[in-house]
């Protein structure tokens, strides 16, 4: 069985919120921080994070640092340990969006 996850988020409420450091510890792992860049860097890994725990039909878990993004050598995302995953990340304007396909 197929599950599907995604999630939009303004990059903007990103922007404010990864300006608190409790914040960023509390979603994001270091390797995270260290990759990210810019607000909508952020803003995608959080929606990829949200998208992935309604795949899982769990509700959103906190922390979400629990659960780790990284990327391949071209730049794909995919969870750290979870291979039975496919993630995808966009962001353009104002949005970020996530979608997560478990089986």
């Known amino acids: 069985m197929y599950k599907i996850g995604t999630d939009i988020v ?7 919120s990864i300006k608190s450091p409790s914040f ?3 979603v994001f792992t270091q390797a ?19 998208a992935y725990f309604k795949a899982l039909g769990t509700g959103i878990k906190f ?6 993004i990284c990327h391949n050598e071209s730049g794909k995302p995919y969870f750290k340990g979870i291979d ?11 949005y970020a969006i996530a979608t997560v396909i478990l089986w």
């Open 84 to 94: 039975n995953c496919d993630l995808s990340i966009s962001h353009d304007g104002d």
């Open 24 to 26: 960023l510890n509390k």
């Open 32 to 50: 995270e921080r260290g990759y990210c860049k810019k607000a909508e860097n952020f803003a995608g890994l959080f929606a990829a994070k949200e």
């Open 10 to 16: 303004l990059i903007s409420r990103i922007e404010k």
């Open 63 to 68: 922390p979400l640092n629990d659960v780790e």
